[in-house]
């Protein structure tokens, strides 16, 4: 069994950029999955088959993530 090598010589805020997109995308699925057991209830979420408007968000919201951490 290897392990998976690990690159100490990458700068400590592309950790943080990859993180943070990895992050955002585990709470989207959450709320997905929730969303599909009992709709939140936000306005626009009231049913259960509205689940893929927080797929666009996600979309959307990763989108604008990879854009700013290409930026900067």
């Known amino acids: 069994m290897s392990f ?3 690159d100490f010589d990458l700068p400590a805020d592309a950790l943080v950029k990859s993180g943070m ?3 955002l995308a585990l709470v989207i699925i959450a709320m ?6 009992k709709p939140l209830g ?8 509205d689940f893929w408007k927080l797929a666009v968000l996600a979309m959307a919201a990763m989108s ?3 854009a700013l951490g ?3």
């Not at 997905?32 to 057991?37: G, K, N, R, Y």
């Not at 936000?42 to 088959?49: H, N, T």
Request: charged share 20%; proline share 8%; glycine share 4%.
């Open 32 to 37: 997905m999955v929730i969303q599909l057991i």
């Open 64 to 66: 604008i993530t990879a």
């Open 42 to 49: 936000w306005p626009g979420l009231k049913r259960r088959s």
């Open 21 to 23: 997109s990895k992050l």
């Open 4 to 6: 998976p090598k690990i």
């Open 70 to 72: 290409h930026w900067t």
